[in-house]
């Protein structure tokens, strides 16, 4: 098992922003896809955007298209989630995910960050 560590979730005031990184240990592991999904309470997990090793960046809803922003270091095996114009609605547990070095599938999981976006 790979651990993804997450950081930088937290309170913010609606229209404030967030940056959340998370960091996938292990020297041999690269990962095809580095991604963030949501699940806000009593609703279903969302996806919310993705960066591939060769930089393909893909985003989930219209709602945050604009306002988050994904990147990714190969490097340091790390991916972030720069989050502006926060909205009430984005309040959720953001949780980091990776896939495999050659499948779509994402097998790695974060325990989540907690993100609360005041009115």
């Known amino acids: 098992q790979v651990p993804l560590v997450e950081s930088g979730g937290g309170l913010v005031q609606a229209g404030g922003s967030l940056r959340l990184s998370c960091a996938a240990s292990?020297?041999?592991?690269?990962?095809?896809?580095m991604g963030w999904f949501r699940r806000a309470p009593g609703k279903e997990r969302e996806f919310v955007a993705s960066?591939?090793?060769?930089?393909?960046?893909?985003y989930g809803a219209d709602s945050m298209k604009g306002r988050f922003t994904i990147s990714r270091d190969n490097a340091k095996n790390t991916v972030y989630l720069q989050m502006n114009s926060l909205r009430p609605e984005d309040t959720a547990v953001y949780y980091c995910?990776?896939?495999?070095?050659?499948?779509?599938?994402?097998?790695?999981w974060g325990q989540g960050t907690q993100v609360t976006v005041s009115s």
């Open positions: 995910a990776a896939t495999g070095p050659t499948t779509n599938t994402y097998s790695y």
């Open positions: 292990g020297r041999t592991f690269y990962p095809n896809l």
């Open positions: 960066a591939s090793r060769s930089a393909g960046i893909t």
